[in-house]
């Protein structure tokens, strides 16, 4: 029933326009111009500005442009304009996070505490990773593991070691993925992040959604943590 509704939506629409348009002219302006007031302000979604401003300068910057442009000029002129501001920012991330670095013995030995191969996964946890820079237009890539929620184990742990990059998007999703997880009732932990994706989480409260015990260093850290969090789910259930 709920999906016929949905399905004669545009039809009522239609009908709605083409034959109660015309009582739209005796509707006084002040009354049409309260309700656009309450529309565009809830269009807003100022709840949001909050989290935009712990993020970094410049995607603050992009937003602030694209803010001023929708008010004093045109919402056409506002998208496009952003959307290029936006498309630059990704190049400069991207290019940003390219580097070139000596290997050394130092830089061997601090990278074994982050390598999978001489550690066992126990069988109630699964280890997934984001390769790359993780910005808009990647984003939905992670959809693959909510996908199959319903047969993920208790404890869910995200490399972000080859995450070379992130931004307000890419923080956004991992946002929302935490809060699904935890919904469902499993622990999440996040381990390796970069020194971008690690400013950008700190700045913006990440450790908020995950909590602060479950962002590790390495994925050495992370199974100890998942160990730990199976033990408290086993208690909470007892």
Same mark, same amino acid.
């Given at each position: 029933?709920?999906?016929?509704?949905?399905?004669?939506?545009?039809?009522?629409?239609?009908?709605?326009?083409?034959?109660?348009?015309?009582?739209? *002219?005796?509707?006084?302006?002040?009354?049409?111009?309260?309700?656009?007031?309450?529309?565009?302000?809830?269009?807003?979604?100022?709840?949001?500005?909050?989290?935009?401003?712990?993020? *970094?300068? *410049? !995607?603050?910057?992009?937003?602030?442009?694209?803010?001023?442009?929708?008010?004093?000029?045109?919402?056409?002129?506002?998208?496009?304009?952003? #959307?290029?501001?936006?498309?630059?920012?990704?190049?400069?991330?991207?290019?940003?996070?390219?580097?070139? *670095?000596?290997?050394?013995?130092?830089?061997?030995?601090?990278?074994?505490?982050?390598?999978?191969? !001489?550690? !066992?996964?126990? !069988?109630?946890?699964?280890?997934?990773?984001?390769?790359?820079?993780?910005?808009?237009?990647?984003?939905? &890539?992670?959809? #693959?593991?909510?996908?199959?929620?319903?047969?993920?184990?208790?404890?869910?742990?995200?490399?972000?070691?080859?995450?070379? +990059?992130?931004? +307000?998007?890419?923080? &956004?999703?991992?946002?929302?993925?935490?809060?699904?997880?935890?919904?469902?009732?499993?622990?999440?932990?996040?381990?390796? +992040?970069?020194?971008?994706?690690?400013?950008?989480?700190?700045?913006?409260?990440? &450790?908020?959604?995950?909590? &602060?015990?479950?962002?590790?260093?390495?994925?050495?850290?992370?199974?100890?943590? +998942?160990?730990?969090?199976?033990?408290?789910?086993?208690?909470?259930?007892?």
């Amino acid at each position: 029933m709920k999906l016929r509704f949905w399905f004669l939506l545009p039809a009522w629409l239609w009908l709605a326009a083409l034959f109660a348009a015309p009582l739209a *002219s005796h509707v006084p302006l002040v009354v049409l111009a309260g309700i656009l007031m309450v529309v565009s302000y809830n269009m807003g979604e100022w709840a949001e500005t909050g989290k935009i401003l712990r993020l *970094s300068k *410049s !995607d603050i910057s992009v937003w602030l442009a694209t803010f001023a442009l929708t008010v004093f000029a045109d919402l056409t002129v506002a998208v496009e304009f952003g #959307m290029i501001l936006a498309a630059l920012l990704f190049i400069r991330k991207v290019t940003a996070t390219t580097t070139v *670095s000596e290997v050394t013995d130092d830089y061997v030995e601090a990278g074994r505490a982050h390598i999978l191969q !001489d550690k !066992d996964i126990p !069988d109630y946890a699964r280890v997934f990773r984001i390769h790359g820079p993780f910005l808009f237009g990647a984003t939905d &890539k992670l959809d #693959m593991v909510l996908e199959q929620l319903e047969d993920l184990p208790p404890v869910i742990i995200v490399r972000l070691r080859n995450m070379t +990059a992130i931004d +307000a998007t890419g923080l &956004k999703v991992l946002e929302d993925l935490a809060d699904k997880l935890h919904n469902s009732g499993r622990a999440l932990i996040f381990c390796g +992040a970069l020194p971008q994706p690690r400013r950008l989480m700190a700045q913006a409260g990440f &450790k908020r959604h995950v909590g &602060k015990e479950n962002i590790c260093a390495n994925i050495e850290a992370a199974l100890q943590r +998942a160990a730990e969090c199976m033990r408290e789910m086993q208690v909470g259930a007892s």
